[in-house]
């Protein structure tokens, strides 16, 4: 199992994902060029990937889905509320309520999240004693979730705000009020609170997603989430530039 994050952040986000000889995507709200270009430095085609496993329907996570379809012809995987609302027609999808058994030996399980948003699905990736939790865009992680998202191998995992920073931007108070709500977006704080409840000795690498540009910094992000953590490699993923492949 590797992975690279290819892009992360407000103006686009899309992971690529190889589990033995599958390829996937996570997400695809970056366009065609940057995409294929992302993909192709990391010795993979466009074609080859197999499926994209969609997170939720904000534009930063699917704007590039249709041109991606129309080139590639993956399989999509959606819950019923996120095809219900998608406001693009695909024909070669799947709907899913909770675990996607369609990989020989791949295990594949879904978290319910909170965003403001019609249905927010992080994903488990499992093969071979290997694990891999995705967890962005959501106010925050209901405890019923806790157990299934301990003990992963690595995690990609939302670090999206400093809240002092947020308070003091120049961004409308609702808009800040959304973002710390319930159905907003986990702070550098909170996200150090779930990983510090989720890693084990058996943890290899986190990465810190989807960090805003305006209400945080990479250096204060990993200066928060490290703490308590300083034994596991911290990797921050970026908005217009992919991170380096991480092989489990």
Known sequence: MKFCVLASGSKGNCTYLEIGNYKFLIDIGTNFLYTSTKLKEINVE?????????????????AGLKRFIKMCNPKIYLTKKMKDNLELDILNYEIYEENIECYENIKISTVKLSHDTPDCRGYIFEHEEKSLAYITDTGYINIKHHKILTNKTAYIIESNHDV?????????????MRILGDEGHISNKDCNYYLSKFVTDDTKSIVLAHLSEEANTPDLAYETVSKNLENIPIIIAKQHDRIEMIDL
Not at 57 to 62: G, L, T
Not at 164 to 176: E, F, G, H, I, V
């Open 46 to 62: 466009p074609s080859e990937i197999n499926a994209i496993f969609i997170t939720h329907i904000h534009e930063d996570h699917i």
């Open 164 to 176: 002092d920073m947020l308070m003091n931007s120049k961004r409308y108070r609702p808009l800040k």
